[in-house]
């Protein structure tokens, strides 16, 4: 049971290149998150998943984009990467039923933009 | 405004000393769920406890304590005689039901980072 994995672990960016940050769960969760964490702060919210084809803005969404094509995948997509998005990105999922419960938090993603 | 307050920043202790992590928040709902996360030096984040805001009992489960009073808004942790593998840093959350609560949205405090020397 791999539970949320995200690929890849560590990546390095120039300032204006693009990249995707993927996150896969295989719990069949319908909602899903990604979260950023920046040095000394707790996670602040990118953007949320409710289910197939259903996502809305979080706390910071500016410069990010997703998608939710199946229930398994929810991959979010830097464009015209900036120094600001080097963060820490995670990915969770949580079951619709148990939505006020503990979120299931992927290994997370370092990425630097320089 | 919503908000989860961890003013330790960051807190050092000798194995098997008692230490209590603080967490005071502030919400707008009536009904909402507190909980805390453990993030090893690994990095990944481990659920520990929810909490929901009818029920302040509190709980205990193993070296773990958790004291939850509404009257101070506060949810403080505790780790009875606590271990170098409980060096990590602890994350108080806040959701609350009818403001984004229902996505499950988490808003996070700043964290405590918890050193245990052996």
């Known amino acids: 049971n791999a539970g949320v994995t995200q690929t890849p672990k560590f990546r390095i960016l120039k300032i204006g290149q693009s990249m995707t940050l993927q996150c896969t769960q295989d719990?069949?969760?319908?909602?899903m998150y990604w979260y950023r964490q920046d040095p000394g702060m707790g996670l602040k919210l990118i953007y949320y998943s409710v289910g197939a084809g259903i996502t809305d803005k979080g706390e910071v969404p500016n410069g990010y984009n997703v998608s939710r094509s199946t229930t398994e995948d929810f991959p979010l997509r830097l464009e015209l990467a900036a120094p600001s998005q080097t963060s820490v990105y995670f990915c969770?999922?949580?079951?619709?039923?148990?939505?006020?419960?503990?979120?299931?938090f992927g290994p997370g993603t370092r990425l630097t933009v320089t | 405004a919503q908000k989860v307050t961890q003013a330790q920043t960051e807190i050092s202790v000798v194995e098997k000393e008692d230490v209590t992590l603080d967490c005071v928040y502030e919400t707008r709902d009536t009904t909402y769920y507190l909980f805390w996360y453990k993030q090893p030096p690994s990095g990944e984040l481990v659920f520990l406890i929810r909490?929901?805001?009818?029920?302040?009992q509190n709980e205990i489960s193993g070296r773990y304590s958790w004291n939850f009073q509404k009257s101070t808004s506060s949810f403080n942790f505790t780790i009875t005689a606590s271990q170098v593998v409980d060096s990590a840093v602890y994350f108080c959350?806040?959701?609350?039901?009818?403001?984004?609560?229902?996505?499950?949205?988490?808003?996070f405090g700043k964290g405590t980072k918890l050193s245990v020397k052996p």
């Open positions: 909490r929901n805001s009818f029920d302040e």
């Open positions: 969770a999922s949580s079951n619709r039923d148990r939505a006020f419960y503990e979120q299931y």
């Open positions: 719990m069949n969760h319908n909602y």
């Open positions: 959350a806040l959701s609350e039901v009818n403001y984004g609560g229902s996505q499950g949205n988490l808003i």
